[in-house]
Nanobody
Framework: QLQLVESGGGLVQPGGSLRLSCVAS????????MSWYRQAPGKQRELVAR???????NYVDSVKGRFTISRDNAKNTVYLQMNSLKPEDTAVYYC????????WGQGTQVTVSS
């Protein structure tokens, strides 16, 4: 049982940066593999970044070199630092925790536009 709350989304110009945060509660956070997904209108949900409990990270090719996922187990928090943002990054971003079952936050809107 895990509760997830995202924050940090908003409107940003192309080339700008945002940092998303996901605060977890209700379970033992360090056991969970944590991920960020996104979904744009008319498109499938896409895995953006994942950090496994051991610290290994993976990224979808389109964000490699621009996004960084990290976790602070002492704060029960996962972050997604997003740099050099593009209009194609516009989507609702969802925090996900997995340890047998999948748990989801409500999402936070990221809009990249001038």
């Amino acid at each position: 049982q895990l509760q997830l709350v995202e924050s940090g989304g908003g409107l940003v110009q192309p080339g700008g940066s945002l940092r998303l945060s996901c605060v977890a509660s209700g379970s033992i956070f360090s056991r969970y593999a944590m991920s960020w997904y996104r979904q744009a209108p008319g498109k499938q949900r896409e895995l953006v970044a994942r950090i496994i409990s051991g610290g290994i990270t993976n990224y979808v090719d389109s964000v490699k070199g621009r996004f960084t996922i990290s976790r602070d187990n002492a704060k029960n928090t996962v972050y997604l630092q997003m740099n050099s943002l593009k209009p194609e990054d516009t989507a609702v971003y969802y925090c996900n925790g997995k340890w047998g079952y999948d748990y989801w936050g409500q999402g936070t809107q990221v809009t990249v536009s001038s």
